[in-house]
């Protein structure tokens, strides 16, 4: 299931494709209050804005996916969707969350722009069908579990329903019990099927399950590794992002700094401009 085409995936009023300018996909990993979470995007969208870098907010509602029953759960969606359409009208940019079951995907489709297929949700064929049935455009991201060779049986499922609006995002492998490994060649490996390739530079950087029933990480990778992804030639980058992480509800020790992030972006733009050539 090769491609031999660059496809460009429209979200919102921005155009994803790995030939084009990158795209920042970027918020904090949680949706909390509306206060809490415009203290942090509203400074996202002012560097992102000022340095000409197109910018889809992403936070979640709910995060079903913790190791323990005492973990952060989120907003829930009924509280998430009204702070997701005045974010939008807010900042005029696209959202993206993820879900969990096809009823979420179902309403979720009227305000969220782009759905997000959870890696561990991966092998789920009820849910990549309704990414791919309800979502405008879907984000898949692979499986750290899973070989980059079971892309082809993922992405059919979601196609299945007509729709190839589809990014696919990388999150590493697993390496021992808590450690996650970038492989480089697979951004390149991953645009064969076509679609815009995007890395996700802040689960990459996490530690399952490593710090006393939740996840760990470290967020010195981050950076780095989004250097490198941008210089391979891709579409996106995913980032998490938090003004105070020792505060955040859920995956602050791998989280981006917002005070450091306006500085990252200048670097990481001249890195894609230089590949790129535009």
Same mark, same amino acid.
Request: proline share 5%; charged share 25%; glycine share 8%.
């Given at each position: ?11 919102? #009023? ?14 904090? #990993? ?26 889809? !907010?992403? @936070? ?47 309403? !979720?489709?009227?305000?969220?722009d782009l759905l997000q297929v959870q890696a561990r949700l991966y092998r789920q064929t009820d849910i ?6 309800y979502g405008q455009a879907v984000n898949l991201k692979r499986s750290h579990g899973e070989s980059p ?34 492989? !480089? ?14 890395? #996700? ?9 490593? #710090? ?15 250097? @490198?992804?941008? @210089?391979?030639?891709?579409? @996106?980058?995913? !980032? ?36 790129k050539g535009y």
């Amino acid at each position: 299931m090769k491609e031999n085409k660059n496809l460009h995936v429209r979200i919102g #009023d921005i155009v994803v494709g790995n030939d084009l300018p990158f795209v920042l996909i970027a918020g904090p #990993d949680s949706l909390e209050s509306y206060k809490r979470t415009d203290a942090i995007v509203s400074k996202i969208n002012n560097y992102t804005k000022e340095l000409g870098i197109p910018w889809i !907010m992403k @936070a979640c509602f709910d995060k079903s996916q913790r190791t323990s029953i005492e973990g952060w759960r989120g907003v829930g969606l009924n509280k998430a969707l009204p702070l997701y359409r005045r974010f939008k009208k807010k900042y005029n940019t696209p959202v993206t969350a993820d879900f969990s079951t096809v009823e979420e995907a179902k309403q !979720m489709s009227k305000v969220v722009d782009l759905l997000q297929v959870q890696a561990r949700l991966y092998r789920q064929t009820d849910i990549l069908v309704a990414a791919g049935r309800y979502g405008q455009a879907v984000n898949l991201k692979r499986s750290h579990g899973e070989s980059p060779k079971s892309l082809p049986g993922a992405i059919g499922k979601i196609t299945s329903s007509g729709n190839k609006n589809i990014i696919i995002t990388e999150r590493g492998s697993v390496f021992g019990h808590d450690d996650i490994i970038v492989d !480089m060649r697979l951004l390149e490996a991953h645009k064969d099927y076509g679609y815009p390739v995007c890395l #996700d530079v802040s689960h990459t950087c996490q530690k399952p399950s490593a #710090d006393h029933g939740k996840s760990g990480g470290e967020r010195r990778w981050s950076f780095p590794l989004a250097r @490198a992804g941008i @210089a391979v030639g891709i579409a @996106a980058i995913f !980032m998490e992002i938090y003004d105070k992480p020792e505060q955040a509800p859920v995956d602050g020790p791998h989280s981006f700094l917002i005070s450091e992030l306006y500085d990252a972006l200048k670097i990481l733009k001249k890195i894609d401009q230089t590949i790129k050539g535009y």
